[in-house]
Nanobody, 123 residues
Framework: QVQLVESGGGLVQAGGSLRLSCAVSGRTFSNVAMGWFRQAPGKEREFVAAISWSGISTTYADSMKGRFTISRDNAKNTVYLQMNSLKPEDTSVYYC????????????????WGQGTQVTVSS
């Protein structure tokens, strides 16, 4: 199991930006795809984005395309989620996830996830 620790959440106004970070530990980090999920109160967990082990291929939920960007730096054992043009609807707890596959293709093969970081977007 890969250990994941998210950070970078906070309170921002609509239209603002945040960059979430996910510190990853585990010998297989460079060999697996990574992703982000979110879950708001009263809603089911929602897929946000995924990135292949190489960092070349990415997959996004339709509602996040053009606003969110996932990236990874394997040398730093870190995955990022750059969030721009944030909307109040983006308010959620965001979770970093490690796949059991090297591919970013859906469905995401969830292997483990972190504790989450809160993102709140105000009007």
């Amino acid at each position: 199991q890969v250990q994941l620790v998210e950070s970078g959440g906070g309170l921002v106004q609509a239209g603002g930006s945040l960059r979430l970070s996910c510190a990853v530990s585990g010998r297989t980090f460079s060999n697996v795809a990574m992703g982000w999920f979110r879950q708001a109160p009263g809603k089911e967990r929602e897929f946000v984005a995924a990135i292949s082990w190489s960092g070349i291929s990415t997959t996004y939920a339709d509602s996040m395309k053009g606003r969110f960007t996932i990236s990874r730096d394997n040398a730093k054992n870190t995955v990022y989620l750059q969030m721009n043009s944030l909307k109040p609807e983006d308010t959620s707890v965001y979770y970093c996830a490690a796949s059991t596959s090297s591919s970013s293709s859906l469905p995401f093969r969830l292997g483990s996830w972190g504790q989450g970081t809160q993102v709140t977007v105000s009007s």
